[in-house]
């Protein structure tokens, strides 16, 4: 077993905890599980973790935070539920984007971990499922209507630049450069020409599936 010194932040300053892990070698094949947070109402979809802290998208829970600098111990610190179907999250900055199965897409502001601030509720009538940031530009997959672009410059009113289907499923996406790359169902992988010049949007072009 090894001694681990693992940051945490605590009243503004930083301190080192030391916790015990299982030393990791080339012959081991079984990871161990260190903790677990669960409660009567998780069915947990996905998770960002920033530092000390996970971000859950919980589906019927909602945003879920929790304080993982203790690894063994893994606690709540804020929740919030609007009824929604919580699906998958992205992040950037102190922002959260989080897709609603039924509800489109929402904007939180969590600078303040404990107490998650809901922005907007950006909804067009589509089955979300995944989502993907860069910029000022999200990518929201709507299955069968496609990956919405849209403009999330102002997270109280983002509004939609274009929309990229071919008839496939969207579900989720990955973004490298100016590339988009798409989970399209039974179409498999896409890569979509993703350009965005001069404030103006170039309609996204399929390069390879």
Request: aromatic fraction near 18%; proline fraction near 4%.
């Given at each position: 077993m090894g001694d681990n010194k693992v940051p945490s932040v605590q009243n503004g300053s930083l301190n080192e905890k030391s916790y015990t892990f299982p030393?990791?070698?080339a012959q081991s094949v079984s990871p161990v599980e260190?903790?677990?947070?669960?409660?009567?109402?998780?069915?947990?979809?996905?998770?960002?973790?920033?530092?000390?802290?996970?971000?859950l998208?919980?589906?019927?829970?909602g945003l879920e935070i929790i304080n993982v600098s203790d690894p063994y111990h893994p606690t709540e610190i804020a929740n919030f539920n609007d009824g929604g179907a919580y699906w998958e999250i992205a992040m950037q900055g102190d922002l959260a984007y989080i897709t609603d199965r039924y509800g489109g897409l929402r904007i939180f502001d969590i600078s303040d971990p404990t107490k998650p601030k809901k922005l907007c509720n950006f909804n067009e009538g589509d089955e979300s499922a995944g989502i993907s940031?860069?910029?000022?530009?999200?990518?929201?997959?709507?299955?069968?209507?496609?990956t919405k672009i849209i403009d999330?410059?102002?997270?109280?009113?983002?509004y939609t630049l274009g929309v990229y289907n071919d008839g496939g499923i969207s579900t989720?996406?990955?973004?490298?450069?100016?590339?988009?790359?798409?989970a399209d169902g039974a179409d498999g992988l896409e890569i979509i020409d993703i350009n965005y010049q001069r404030?103006?949007?170039?309609?996204?072009?399929?390069l390879g599936k």
């Open positions: 030393k990791i070698s260190l903790g677990q947070y669960y409660d009567d109402y998780n069915y947990t979809m996905d998770v960002f973790v920033d530092g000390d802290i996970a971000y998208a919980d589906f019927k829970d940031v860069s910029g000022n530009i999200a990518y929201l997959s709507v299955r069968s209507n496609g999330v410059s102002d997270p109280y009113n983002p989720t996406t990955f973004i490298s450069r100016d590339l988009l790359y798409v404030g103006q949007w170039l309609t996204p072009s399929l």
